[in-house]
């Protein structure tokens, strides 16, 4: 069993209020939840309005299967001109 995971810091564009900022991360969370069925939650930064930090796992049974769901989720979410990708670390255990 292969566990691919990966932290993503966000920098959120034209947020001006926490709930503005949750309005975008909630909307990404289940865009992501639906298109890729992996597990993603907004892991840090909850009370920063400019920044979040989220995380997703997904498990498979095949390194090269983790690796390319991780990339396309992190193009997903790179293509989305509401967000910026600030920094990412990825595992795979």
Same mark, same amino acid.
Request: hydrophobic content about 45%; aromatic content about 6%; glycine content about 4%.
């Given at each position: 069993?292969? +566990? =691919?995971?990966?932290?993503? !810091?966000?920098?959120?564009? #034209?947020?001006? *209020? /926490? !709930?503005?900022?949750?309005?975008?991360?909630?909307?990404?969370? =289940?865009? @992501?939840?639906?298109?890729? %069925? $992996? *597990?993603?939650?907004? $892991?840090? /930064?909850?009370?920063?309005?400019?920044?979040?930090?989220? =995380?997703?796992?997904? +498990?498979?049974?095949?390194?090269?299967?983790?690796?390319?769901?991780? *990339? !396309? +989720? @992190?193009?997903?979410?790179?293509?989305?001109?509401?967000? #910026?990708?600030?920094?990412? %670390?990825?595992?795979?255990?």
């Amino acid at each position: 069993m292969i +566990v =691919g995971t990966c932290s993503i !810091k966000l920098r959120i564009f #034209e947020t001006f *209020s /926490l !709930k503005e900022k949750r309005q975008v991360i909630k909307s990404v969370i =289940g865009r @992501l939840k639906s298109r890729f %069925n $992996i *597990s993603v939650a907004e $892991i840090d /930064l909850h009370d920063n309005w400019q920044t979040a930090m989220i =995380g997703f796992a997904c +498990v498979t049974n095949n390194t090269k299967h983790a690796n390319e769901t991780i *990339s !396309k +989720v @992190l193009r997903f979410i790179d293509a989305d001109s509401r967000i #910026e990708i600030i920094d990412s %670390n990825i595992e795979l255990l």
